[in-house]
């Protein structure tokens, strides 16, 4: 929709038809379940406080050890809020599916975890002090359209707005709605997902180029174990040239290298590198 697949590791999960089934489609279908039985379990005489039991509750991590808190507070979706829940699950559909695509499945299950794990491990430290709570997943998901908009940052999604700018304003009122009402914890969570999700973009190499940070990276980066070599003088070999720009195909790779180190190759780049390597190796016998 607003990208290509550029991930070596993104495939579906199943096939539903001709349809694909992505990570995405599944968390989709996860949330819409847990809304239907939250549904279920409230209309139920004596059973409307079984929510509770999956709600975040710092008090409850430190007193009775109930760490399954930590992740299942994100699937609590009380029927109070299914018409924000369902504008949410259509972002997500939306928006998931393209972060999937670009970061490929491992890294967007990784990105949706720390989403998932990281403000509730710190309201857990902020419970020494003071109660904390949490329910429902708006956070986490505004996260994700987070790394949406670094990924894509010029897109113009809403009255032809650029997605940085729609980001940048979510945020601005989600800050100013907390403060107002002294929501500490809440706000918290907010910057907590905002900071994941652009860090997480940042240090994959899929944001928008920062001068300082990539100067950053390159001062404490490991030397690289490759180098640069002199480009060979194409010879005769069985009546036949060796092609003069298979130095300049990997040049690129190898600048890469030496800016962020070999841990930033893609599959299909590793793969050029090795080709690169053994026929250099050949001519050089």
């Known amino acids: ?124 430290v902020w419970g020494l002090w003071e109660r904390s709570l949490l329910a429902g997943s708006p956070a986490l998901h505004f996260g994700v359209f987070v790394a949406f908009a670094t990924i894509y940052p010029h897109v113009e999604l809403l009255l032809r707005i650029q997605a940085k700018w729609i980001a940048l304003i979510l945020a601005a009122v989600y800050t100013f709605q907390l403060l107002a009402y002294h929501a500490w914890s809440d706000l918290v969570v907010v910057w907590t997902s905002i900071g994941a999700a652009f860090l997480f973009v940042e240090l994959n190499g899929a944001g928008p180029e920062l001068v300082w940070w990539n100067a950053l990276k390159t001062r404490f980066a490991p030397r690289p174990k490759y180098h640069v070599v002199p480009r060979p003088q194409p010879r005769a070999s069985g009546g036949r040239t060796e092609p003069d720009d298979a130095q300049a195909s990997i040049d690129p790779i190898l600048d890469k290298i030496s800016k962020f180190g070999i841990g930033s190759l893609t599959a299909s780049e590793r793969r050029q590198l090795n080709r690169e390597r053994e026929r250099l190796l050949k001519n050089s016998q």
């Open 1 to 124: 929709m607003f990208g290509v697949t550029t991930s070596d590791d993104y495939r579906p999960v199943a096939w539903m038809g001709r349809y694909p089934v992505d990570v995405t489609t599944m968390l989709v279908g996860v949330h819409v379940v847990c809304a239907v039985l939250a549904c279920i379990v409230t209309a139920i005489p004596g059973l409307a406080g079984t929510l509770t039991y999956f709600v975040f509750d710092s008090a409850r991590i430190w007193d009775g050890l109930q760490v399954w808190r930590l992740g299942t507070y994100a699937f609590v979706h009380f029927p109070s809020s299914l018409l924000w829940f369902a504008i949410e699950m259509y972002l997500l559909f939306v928006f998931g599916r393209e972060v999937e695509r670009f970061l490929g499945r491992r890294a967007y299950i990784f990105l949706y975890l720390i989403l998932l794990l990281t403000p509730p491990i710190l309201l857990t």
